[in-house]
């Protein structure tokens, strides 16, 4: 009999393992399946889709309709019933909450290792291996600092869209939002459909940014029908949006909770302009300066990174959607953020790619593949232009007293980041870390990590610390990996 500690190995050959079920992973995983690849599709949620295709677990989704939330339905479902077909067949393996924390290059390909989390609290290791592997592991939300967003009812933007699709639930009754970029519109639209009282949207940019980049708004007509029909929703609900606006503070009631919001009108450097702070009364905040692309599986197998404009580092890939890294692809907000019809599109292109290199027979033909480098190339010069309308305010530091928390984890505040620039030799996040334990806690840095690096580089985009473990898992799970090396020997080696 096995040891019941022995990591799952897959018995069956695989040519590809997509991690991420998202936009980008979903398309990826169809391509190459209809190509007549073997494929592993690993996802942590309990359905495909990511968070833009987020929905309620299948169990829940009558008694929680959330098809009002959704945008671009009819792609999602053509997907799902892509990867069902193959799965029915068995070209497919669909590994559903299944938490990858490494992966690994190895003689003939990769190694991933996820955490079975299907029926938790018990975890089981699970390991996969194969000659290509693709990452689309997506993005999460940028977060700036201010003075009180450490207070219970202060949410990041994308926190509360997920808690609307993934279980329905309207986070307050009285809402203010802020920060930069298009997300804040349809979050504002989906919290004042369903019952909030959205008191206003406070948007850091100026609409005239968007001027100075008119080809790619002309080239993407569905972007603005998009934008469009979130805006008909703010005025039916009477949803202000205040432009060169930001939350500068926020203070909390009686009860703990947040009550009161402050936002202030911003010069052109950001600095809020005397005299035009206003308080709100309001019981939850919404905060959203853009995404952070999430690299944590492909730093540590050495890709190299690229300036995307928006004040991040992503990846950087070739026009078929390769690394640097022979046998590794990566699409979606891992190559910078563009939204799921970028994703999907370049999904697609990262596919063919491995059914090139992997000298699959069912390769797309050349018109549908120059079609869809035509919608990867149309649709990154949109993301571009919308980073650079929607860059973060260079003064938002101002808004910082020195007692405001930046690391909320291990409770460093303002003050001691820019003590430990001033006073000691930091010229950068990771030193910020080793001098003051800011990005040490439970988040890693995903928090914090861009806040504490514009404290101390402004004039660089930000990069994540490399990190080996990319979630968090238990010492048993480390153990029964069954991998020697950088994680140790295997716990049954002793036993």
């Not at 549908?368 to 305010?393: D, I, K, Q, S, Y």
């Amino acid at each position: 009999m096995s040891d019941p500690r022995d990591p799952v190995a897959l018995s069956e050959p695989h040519d590809l393992v997509v991690v991420g079920a998202g936009p980008a992973g979903m398309a990826a995983a169809a391509t190459a399946l209809d190509g007549g690849l073997r494929v592993v599709l690993v996802d942590a949620g309990a359905a495909p889709g990511g968070q833009f295709w987020r929905h309620p677990p299948d169990h829940a989704r009558q008694a929680l309709p959330t098809a009002g939330l959704h945008y671009g339905l009819r792609t999602y479902r053509a997907l799902r019933a892509t990867l069902s077909a193959h799965e029915r067949t068995g070209r497919l393996t669909l590994l559903l909450d299944h938490h990858v924390w490494t992966t690994a290059r190895e003689e003939g390909g990769f190694t991933v290792h996820a955490v079975d989390r299907t029926r938790a609290p018990e975890e089981r290791a699970v390991v996969l291996r194969a000659p290509a592997l693709l990452v689309a592991t997506g993005a999460y939300d940028r977060q700036l600092p201010f003075p009180g967003w450490d207070l219970p009812g202060v949410l990041t933007a994308g926190g509360l869209q997920s808690l609307l699709k993934g279980g329905g639930v309207v986070a307050g009754r009285r809402v203010v939002l802020g920060g930069t970029g298009p997300f804040l519109l349809p979050v504002a639209a989906a919290l004042a459909e369903r019952g909030a009282e959205v008191v206003t949207v406070c948007e850091a940019a100026a609409p005239s940014a968007w001027l100075r980049h008119p080809v790619p708004l002309l080239r993407n007509p569905a972007k603005w029908a998009e934008a469009a029909r979130y805006a008909g929703t703010l005025a039916r609900h009477r949803v202000p949006i205040r432009t060169r606006t930001a939350i500068v503070g926020a203070e909390g009631g009686g009860d703990g909770r947040v009550a009161v919001v402050r936002t202030a009108s911003l010069d052109a450097d950001g600095r809020p302009r005397p005299g035009t702070e206003r308080r709100i009364e309001a019981d939850t905040v919404g905060v959203g300066w853009g995404f952070v692309p999430q690299l944590d599986l492909l730093l540590p197998l050495g890709c190299d990174l690229t300036d995307v404009g928006d004040g991040t580092m992503a990846t950087a890939v070739d026009d078929g959607q390769r690394t640097t890294v022979p046998g590794l692809y990566t699409a979606g907000e891992t190559c910078g953020v563009g939204g799921a019809a970028l994703a999907v599109a370049e999904g697609r292109v990262a596919a063919v790619s491995v059914l090139t290199d992997l000298r699959a027979p069912g390769r797309p033909n050349a018109r549908r593949l120059a079609a869809e480098r035509g919608a990867v190339a149309r649709h990154r010069a949109f993301a571009r232009a919308m980073g650079r309308a929607h860059t973060l305010p260079s003064a938002w530091p101002a808004w910082l007293t020195d007692d405001t928390p930046v690391c909320r984890c291990e409770e460093v505040t303002a003050g001691a980041v820019r003590s430990a620039r001033a006073d000691g030799p930091a010229t950068g996040h990771r030193q910020v870390k080793q001098l003051t334990r800011a990005g040490m806690g439970w988040c890693q840095g995903r928090m914090c990590g861009p806040a504490v690096h514009c404290l101390v580089t402004r004039d660089e985009p930000y990069a994540p610390a490399e990190r080996l473990i990319a979630t968090p898992v238990t010492l048993g799970v480390l153990a029964d990996s069954g991998e020697s090396g950088e994680f140790g020997e295997s716990a049954s080696d002793h036993t």
